[in-house]
């Protein structure tokens, strides 16, 4: 049965100073999900180290890249503790798409996922919708929407008996108000993990969708992207924090506006640049329509790095591990001197 485990302990606190002796800036924590890092093929342990010698205070373990055993896990969440870093795990889909269908994820699968985050010691399981490409072409239809709500409901209930908060991630699946339906009155333990670039995927102004949802966040995925418009529809690309368009100071403000004091890094690094089929702007677009193409048309930017990067598109897996790398440092960096003053002048109220 799902929640049958015991929690084995409260989650660790974020200290100012780790026992290895690294000093973290307060208020504001920032962290790193290891989706961002998949191809460097690091156990969880090299992931800590990591997170050590850069000065992360938070990590989120993919339970679906990290195959832990829970004797594994158990090592694994004591060596964060003792470093000060909190942990976070994510876990599968409420559905994948099987055929032209959608079908619930095996029930055994969110049992072990809760056991393994219980076993890290981690307090908080995302989950999301459907994989990636997995959504369907059209909306989703009130039904499929109340199949979603009705496996969330089980998830929700198996991992508050164990203390784990379950957050559900704006995935490019769902629109806001779809997982505000979806979320909305199971449980105070089920919140909302938001993405600042995977509206774009379902048409939708970041801002529009950050303001709707924001009550229910807990903490964010921070990433860039890189857009255009085209004959085809919006070309969409993940970039290093800096390189691209996204307004990352202004969607900070929103959340820190919503008390979120959490941050998580998470960078996607692919061969090409993703195409969103959209139609051009028109005045009978309903108001959502019409507040994305005013962002996209305020936004709008593709620098020329980006071509030279996407040049690569036929890259080895060690050159794209090597590209992971390199957009995690370059956005560390843009982080800790782009956002410096925001820390100071939260620090001050």
Request: neutral net charge.
């Amino acid at each position: 049965m799902l929640g049958q485990s015991s929690p084995r302990r409260s989650p660790p606190t974020l200290r100012n100073q780790s026992r290895s002796g690294v000093t973290r800036a307060p208020i504001l924590n920032f962290g790193i999900d290891s989706y961002g890092l998949r191809f460097q093929g690091w156990s969880a342990d090299d992931l800590l180290s990591y997170c050590c010698h850069n000065a992360i205070g938070i990590v989120s373990i993919d339970l679906q890249v990290f195959q832990l055993t829970s004797k594994e896990a158990v090592a694994v969440g004591l060596r964060a503790a003792d470093e000060a870093i909190a942990v976070r795990a994510s876990g599968p889909p409420l559905v994948r798409s099987v055929g032209a269908s959608l079908e619930a994820t095996p029930s055994q699968e969110f049992e072990r996922a809760l056991r393994i985050c219980n076993d890290l010691g981690a307090r908080s399981l995302r989950t999301f919708a459907v994989p990636v490409g997995q959504r369907p072409s059209r909306r989703w239809d009130p039904k499929e929407l109340a199949g979603l709500r009705e496996i969330l409901q089980r998830l929700v209930f198996a991992a508050a008996s164990l203390n784990i908060t379950v957050a559900v991630e704006n995935h490019q699946d769902l629109r806001a108000e779809e997982i505000l339906s979806l979320i909305e009155g199971i449980h105070p333990q089920c919140v909302v993990c938001f993405d600042f670039g995977n509206q774009f995927h379902v048409t939708e102004s970041p801002f529009e969708a950050f303001t709707l949802l924001g009550p229910y966040t807990t903490y964010c995925h921070v990433k860039d992207l890189a857009f255009r418009t085209g004959p085809s529809g919006l070309y969409v690309r993940a970039v290093p924090l800096g390189m691209g368009g996204l307004p990352i100071r202004a969607l900070l403000d929103v959340g820190l506006s919503h008390g979120i004091n959490d941050f998580m890094l998470e960078i996607s690094t692919s061969r090409a640049p993703s195409l969103v089929p959209v139609v051009q702007p028109s005045v009978t677009q309903p108001p959502s329509q019409r507040a994305f193409w005013s962002f996209v048309k305020q936004y709008e930017r593709w620098p020329r790095e980006v071509d030279a990067y996407l040049s690569r598109e036929k890259a080895s897996t060690s050159e794209i591990a090597a590209q992971e790398l390199e957009h995690i440092r370059w956005s560390l960096k843009w982080w800790r001197s782009e956002l410096a003053t925001v820390v100071t002048q939260r620090s001050k109220q």
